[in-house]
């Protein structure tokens, strides 16, 4: 059991920006189109209808991120162990995915690296499986974080309005108004606990209610 003194085994931290370039800001959409495709082709997932014979044919894949959640799981389930080249493959990718989403958020100017953690500190402890982890739990994780897909989706829906806000806020200042850079942060934050428990598996501590 992990007491509340103890840091969640996933954290998220983003050094808030003094100034931030209006050009970019302005363009913000545009220029993450490159970066945001190579984000897409490893997680999104996907449904093809192939016409053959008269008869529609459904294939749906479920991209790397997916594939490896569900790998992850068999693992601990069956084997019980959680191979360290699997959990560093998906800190990596959930790092750079969180490059990527604070730059579309405006929460940083530096265009996404595949490699450098830049001004985004994620950090995931690596689980000792047998110690840590329920063999059974992540079957039924996903029911149990209903509560925070609820939640998240109504933050979600506000942090899409302190957007808008905050990209007029940096046209016209430059500067991204602390309040609001703070919440768009602990909305991360908050979502990345519960990947944390759901889907990369390291944790079996129940995510806590809080943006901090």
């Known amino acids: 059991m992990v007491t509340p003194s103890e840091p969640y085994a996933a954290r998220l931290d983003i050094d808030y920006p003094e100034q931030l370039d209006r050009f970019t800001t302005f363009f913000r959409l545009i220029w993450i189109i490159p970066i945001g495709i190579i984000l897409s082709l490893l997680t999104a997932t996907g449904n093809e209808t192939v016409a053959e014979t008269g008869e529609q044919i ?35 990718l959930t790092r750079f995915g969180a490059r990527v989403a604070a730059y579309f958020f405006l929460l ?18 690596y689980p000792n499986v047998e110690q840590d982890l329920n063999r059974w739990l992540p079957l039924v994780k996903w029911l149990l974080a209903i509560p925070h897909y609820i ?14 806000i905050a990209w007029f806020a940096i046209l016209f200042s430059g500067r991204y108004p602390r309040a609001l850079f703070d919440y768009t942060v602990g ?24 943006l901090k």
């Open 187 to 210: 909305v991360g934050r908050w979502a990345l606990r519960v990947e944390a428990y759901v889907s990369l598996l390291v944790t079996d501590q129940y995510p806590p209610f809080s």
């Open 108 to 125: 940083t100017d530096q265009y996404p690296s595949t490699v450098d953690e830049q001004s985004v500190h994620l950090e995931i402890d």
């Open 58 to 92: 459904e294939r749906t894949g479920l991209g790397i991120s997916g594939g490896l959640a569900i790998a992850t799981m068999l693992m601990i389930v069956f084997r019980m162990r959680y191979p360290r080249w699997w959990f560093d493959f998906a800190r990596e």
């Open 151 to 164: 939640v998240l989706a109504v933050l979600g829906v506000i942090a899409v309005f302190v957007w808008i």
